[in-house]
């Protein structure tokens, strides 16, 4: 640091303090010449590394400093000295309304109000584990109230509900430190003492950690109300506690009727608009059974019954001579109150795999997923390690009658739990690729909040290593049907299923050595079965260096199509790509086994004869320029073709373009892009057969007549038809009618001067007498008729 003394003066060059002030000036200050302010009780004066400026002439006293002065200084200074003095820093805290922050947390973190009942019964959960755990090393704890379970008493005449549990209770400290104080969890506190006993740790079953869950009663309540019995304390204390208030009540317990022998009692007093719904005892019923099913607590809530039973009441009206012996029996309904235990059934993933039988898992899929039909495939595994989490998937026998619940958003075809808790069945997107949309089953994790929300979900390194592992296992599950000896198994499941996996090859590139085993295709060979890729390359020829496919909208069509005259009668297998995502799936992949994929309705392509090619380009380039020069910019050239040995001329799209099935997929889209069909279409191709006679007819044509009008239509009409034959369509549909009709009014014409003149010749030879020849039976040679009669 380097320091200036001087005497504070003004603009008069008088002393107005009087006292030496000592400032010290930053390097970093004289390096950045930058301005800082010094808070001094002196005039301030401003620094520009080791020099100062005033606004005006100072006295003489001050004659060793620079002329230009002002009446107040400005320090550039770090830091000031003020008389030797420092001012000490002021540490504060944070200021916060409660009841607003509370109302933020609660309403971020929970986005349906029904989950307040799914968040209390986990806390009553945990405290009955907690409970579980440390009576295993003091038996006293559970003298008072030996059974472990929850009660849940909705009342809709006063709109509470009350949630009752006999787990460890909480002392005063309890409450003030998990009540009292917003996002602290007595959860995590408990198992962070647990640390150092790694055993009891590993098997703890304790769900919320998070330090908010209780406040999500606020949620539906205006007024909450604890009542908690701790076995380490002899009095029961009470936290009272209301939604727009930020303090609330501990008292003692004074009422002997409210005493429990141990454990706590929550009451919701419920907010006028949620009272009806969440009052409702069925509702309530509804509530557990989806969110809180699997709790390994028994939980009984308090249902609303009715029963028949004998009506005592005498009748006045009766007749007096009936005597009471001879009257049936009356009857009545009425209601009553009972306990019902609502979470019979037991989470079947927690069991063991080994130890659950095929019936079980089937009966829990039907009775989960509302199907009718036994699942094709069910795998149940458990993960540990970085990640642990328990899983049971299904494969669905049948597809949805919609075949957009495949891929919707809402499918809900996931259950999301988190130790044994239910969390959401919304979380499809984040678990599982859109492509594996059909798969049903559940997932409990112990690694993830009872708060999670899609945002948590969509960040997690948890849920992408979860969702990486039941990937593969779904994969393992599919490929085990295609392994089964009843082919029909996996065939029914391609029918169902086959679009999603083809899906996949489009959306999934980092799991193409997964999914290509499990692709089907018809073929040039079998058009009646499905074909593997494996299949295909096992039966390729010995020269064949690709796997050659040709998209359609039918196998009929594509069996017929003019590309694969010359692979056929090379005997290449080509496979048919007849529904609209398969190209699209077989461009993504690209290559199978090194084998790449080759389009037939494309150029470029190579069939290995190019010496024979080379002649016959030599022979026929005239013929191609003269149809190049025709056609124009219908096509981008005219070339000798390798794939046609019967039909004239085929078109063939450009290497980089749409092919003409891709083309009049995208021309039926609802939303289609015009300019980008131009653009995507790409260049087109004539492809002429060297061999069939209308090209050598047509070779001889541009040789001696070019300029015919009749031989320039002929070109026009051969490359409308091998549009059409080609899968594409004709620009002018009405005038590619009328060249046809022309040549078909032509053709009769020729035909009808043929017929006139073989009729003339018939007229000719009827002019002239034929006398026929009579033939002479001898006698012996007569027959008679025989006589029917006789």
């Given at each position: 640091?380097?320091?200036?003394?001087?005497?504070?003066?003004?603009?008069?060059?008088?002393?107005?303090?009087?006292?030496?002030?000592?400032?010290?000036?930053?390097?970093?200050?004289?390096?950045?010449?930058?301005?800082?302010?010094?808070?001094?009780?002196?005039?301030?004066?401003n620094?520009?590394?080791?020099?100062?400026?005033?606004?005006?002439?100072?006295?003489n006293?001050?004659?060793?400093?620079?002329?230009?002065?002002?009446?107040?200084?400005?320090?550039?200074?770090a830091?000031?000295?003020?008389?030797?003095?420092?001012?000490?820093?002021?540490?504060?805290e944070?200021?916060?309304?409660?009841?607003?922050?509370?109302?933020?947390?609660?309403?971020?973190?929970?986005?349906?109000?029904?989950?307040?009942?799914?968040?209390?019964?986990?806390?009553?959960?945990?405290?009955?584990?907690?409970?579980?755990?440390?009576?295993?090393t003091?038996?006293?704890?559970?003298?008072?109230?030996?059974?472990?379970?929850?009660?849940?008493?909705?009342?809709?005449?006063?709109?509470?509900?009350?949630?009752?549990?006999?787990?460890?209770?909480?002392?005063?400290q309890?409450?003030?430190?998990?009540?009292?104080?917003?996002?602290?969890?007595?959860?995590?506190?408990?198992?962070?003492?647990?640390?150092?006993?790694?055993?009891?740790?590993?098997?703890?079953?304790?769900?919320?950690?998070?330090?908010?869950?209780?406040?999500?009663?606020?949620?539906?309540?205006?007024?909450?109300?604890?009542?908690?019995?701790?076995?380490?304390?002899?009095?029961?204390?009470?936290?009272?506690?209301?939604?727009?208030?930020?303090?609330?009540?501990i008292?003692?317990?004074?009422?002997?009727?409210?005493?429990?022998?141990?454990?706590?009692?929550?009451?919701?007093?419920?907010?006028?608009?949620?009272?009806?719904?969440?009052s409702?005892?069925?509702?309530?019923?509804?509530?557990?059974?989806?969110?809180s099913?699997?709790?390994?607590?028994?939980?009984h809530?308090?249902?609303?019954?009715?029963?028949?039973?004998?009506?005592?009441?005498?009748?006045?009206?009766?007749?007096?001579?009936?005597?009471?012996?001879?009257?049936?029996?009356?009857?009545?309904?009425?209601?009553?109150?009972e306990?019902?235990?609502?979470?019979?059934?037991?989470?079947?993933?927690?069991?063991n795999?080994?130890?659950?039988?095929?019936?079980e898992?089937?009966?829990?899929?039907?009775s989960?997923?509302?199907?009718?039909?036994?699942?094709?495939?069910?795998?149940?595994?458990?993960?540990?390690?970085?990640?642990?989490?328990?899983?049971?998937?299904?494969?669905?026998?049948?597809?949805?009658?919609?075949?957009?619940?495949?891929?919707?958003?809402?499918?809900?075809?996931?259950?999301?739990?988190?130790?044994?808790?239910f969390?959401?069945?919304?979380?499809?997107?984040?678990?599982?690729?859109?492509?594996?949309?059909?798969v049903?089953?559940?997932?409990?994790?112990?690694?993830?909040?009872?708060?999670?929300?899609?945002?948590?979900?969509?960040?997690?390194?948890?849920v992408?290593?979860?969702?990486?592992?039941?990937?593969?296992?779904?994969?393992d599950?599919?490929?085990?049907?295609?392994?089964?000896?009843?082919k029909?198994?996996y065939?029914?499941?391609?029918?169902n299923?086959?679009?999603?996996?083809?899906?996949?090859?489009?959306?999934?590139?980092?799991?193409?050595?997964?999914?290509t085993?499990?692709?089907?295709?018809?073929?040039?060979?079998?058009?009646d079965?499905?074909?593997?890729?494996?299949?295909?390359?096992?039966?390729?020829?010995?020269?064949?260096?690709a796997?050659?496919?040709?998209?359609?909208?039918?196998?009929?069509?594509?069996?017929?199509?003019?590309?694969?005259?010359?692979?056929?009668?090379?005997?290449?297998?080509?496979?048919?790509?007849?529904?609209p995502?398969?190209?699209?799936?077989i461009?993504?992949?690209?290559?199978?086994?090194g084998?790449?994929f080759?389009?037939?309705?494309?150029?470029?392509?190579?069939?290995?004869?190019?010496e024979?090619?080379?002649?016959?380009e030599?022979?026929?380039?005239l013929?191609?320029?003269?149809?190049k020069?025709?056609?124009?910019?219908?096509?981008?050239?005219?070339?000798?073709?390798?794939?046609?040995?019967?039909?004239?001329?085929?078109?063939?799209?450009g290497?980089?373009?749409?092919?003409?099935?891709?083309?009049?997929?995208?021309?039926?889209?609802?939303?289609?892009?015009?300019?980008?069909?131009?653009?995507?279409?790409?260049?087109?191709?004539?492809?002429?057969?060297?061999?069939?006679?209308?090209?050598?007819?047509?070779?001889?044509?541009?040789k001696?007549?070019?300029?015919?009008?009749?031989?320039?239509?002929?070109?026009?009409?051969?490359?409308?038809?091998?549009?059409i034959?080609?899968?594409?369509?004709?620009?002018?549909?009405?005038?590619?009618?009328?060249?046809?009709?022309?040549?078909?009014?032509?053709?009769?014409?020729?035909?009808?001067?043929?017929?006139?003149?073989?009729?003339?010749?018939?007229?000719?030879?009827?002019d002239?007498e034929?006398?026929?020849?009579?033939?002479?039976?001898?006698?012996?040679?007569?027959?008679?008729?025989?006589?029917?009669?006789?």
């Amino acid at each position: 640091m380097a320091s200036m003394n001087f005497t504070s003066t003004g603009a008069s060059g008088s002393s107005i303090s009087g006292k030496e002030v000592r400032f010290t000036i930053c390097r970093a200050t004289q390096l950045n010449k930058s301005s800082r302010v010094c808070r001094t009780t002196t005039p301030r004066t401003n620094f520009a590394g080791k020099r100062f400026y005033c606004s005006k002439h100072m006295h003489n006293s001050c004659a060793k400093f620079p002329s230009h002065v002002y009446r107040s200084f400005r320090c550039q200074a770090a830091v000031a000295e003020v008389e030797d003095a420092e001012i000490p820093a002021e540490k504060l805290e944070y200021q916060a309304e409660v009841s607003r922050l509370l109302d933020l947390i609660v309403h971020s973190l929970y986005s349906h109000k029904e989950v307040f009942l799914r968040e209390l019964v986990s806390n009553a959960s945990d405290a009955l584990d907690k409970l579980r755990f440390l009576s295993v090393t003091d038996d006293s704890l559970m003298k008072d109230a030996p059974e472990l379970e929850i009660r849940i008493k909705p009342d809709p005449d006063n709109s509470t509900i009350t949630i009752v549990d006999t787990g460890i209770g909480m002392t005063k400290q309890d409450l003030i430190e998990s009540l009292g104080t917003i996002a602290q969890s007595g959860t995590a506190k408990f198992i962070n003492a647990l640390k150092d006993n790694k055993d009891a740790l590993s098997d703890n079953n304790l769900i919320g950690q998070f330090g908010v869950g209780f406040y999500s009663a606020f949620l539906v309540a205006e007024k909450v109300i604890v009542s908690t019995k701790s076995p380490k304390s002899d009095r029961q204390f009470v936290w009272e506690g209301e939604a727009d208030s930020s303090s609330y009540i501990i008292r003692e317990e004074t009422d002997p009727e409210k005493l429990l022998p141990r454990g706590t009692s929550i009451t919701l007093y419920l907010k006028p608009d949620d009272a009806f719904e969440y009052s409702d005892p069925i509702r309530i019923k509804e509530l557990v059974k989806s969110y809180s099913q699997f709790i390994s607590f028994p939980i009984h809530v308090w249902m609303e019954k009715t029963r028949t039973v004998p009506d005592t009441t005498t009748d006045t009206d009766s007749a007096s001579s009936e005597s009471q012996e001879e009257k049936e029996p009356k009857t009545k309904t009425e209601k009553y109150y009972e306990w019902e235990l609502v979470n019979e059934t037991k989470p079947i993933w927690m069991r063991n795999p080994k130890e659950v039988e095929k019936s079980e898992y089937d009966a829990f899929y039907k009775s989960t997923f509302n199907e009718y039909l036994d699942p094709s495939a069910y795998t149940h595994f458990t993960t540990e390690g970085e990640v642990e989490f328990r899983s049971l998937l299904y494969i669905p026998g049948m597809a949805p009658f919609n075949a957009e619940e495949l891929y919707s958003a809402n499918a809900k075809n996931i259950r999301l739990y988190v130790k044994r808790v239910f969390i959401s069945s919304d979380f499809d997107g984040e678990l599982l690729p859109r492509y594996l949309g059909f798969v049903k089953g559940v997932v409990d994790s112990n690694d993830l909040p009872l708060n999670v929300s899609r945002e948590i979900l969509q960040e997690s390194r948890i849920v992408r290593i979860m969702k990486k592992r039941l990937v593969r296992k779904i994969f393992d599950m599919c490929q085990e049907i295609a392994d089964r000896e009843d082919k029909e198994a996996y065939k029914n499941f391609w029918t169902n299923f086959g679009r999603s996996i083809k899906l996949g090859c489009i959306e999934d590139s980092a799991n193409h050595k997964r999914l290509t085993p499990l692709l089907r295709f018809f073929t040039s060979k079998h058009e009646d079965s499905l074909v593997s890729l494996k299949t295909y390359v096992e039966n390729m020829k010995p020269d064949q260096n690709a796997i050659y496919y040709f998209a359609a909208d039918s196998i009929k069509s594509a069996k017929s199509a003019p590309f694969l005259e010359a692979l056929l009668k090379k005997d290449y297998e080509v496979l048919f790509l007849i529904e609209p995502i398969d190209e699209v799936a077989i461009t993504n992949l690209q290559e199978y086994e090194g084998k790449k994929f080759v389009d037939i309705s494309k150029e470029d392509l190579d069939l290995d004869d190019e010496e024979e090619e080379r002649e016959k380009e030599k022979e026929y380039q005239l013929l191609c320029d003269w149809m190049k020069q025709i056609l124009g910019d219908k096509v981008a050239k005219v070339q000798v073709s390798k794939r046609i040995s019967t039909s004239p001329c085929v078109l063939v799209s450009g290497k980089f373009g749409w092919s003409a099935n891709m083309e009049r997929i995208m021309k039926a889209q609802t939303l289609g892009d015009d300019s980008t069909l131009d653009f995507m279409r790409g260049r087109r191709v004539l492809e002429i057969n060297p061999d069939h006679p209308i090209i050598k007819d047509l070779n001889l044509a541009c040789k001696d007549s070019p300029r015919s009008t009749k031989y320039q239509n002929i070109v026009n009409i051969l490359h409308e038809t091998a549009m059409i034959s080609s899968g594409f369509f004709p620009e002018n549909s009405a005038e590619y009618g009328g060249k046809v009709f022309e040549v078909l009014g032509l053709a009769m014409a020729s035909q009808g001067d043929h017929q006139s003149a073989n009729e003339e010749e018939e007229e000719k030879s009827a002019d002239v007498e034929v006398v026929p020849e009579v033939e002479v039976l001898e006698p012996s040679e007569v027959q008679q008729d025989s006589d029917p009669w006789n």
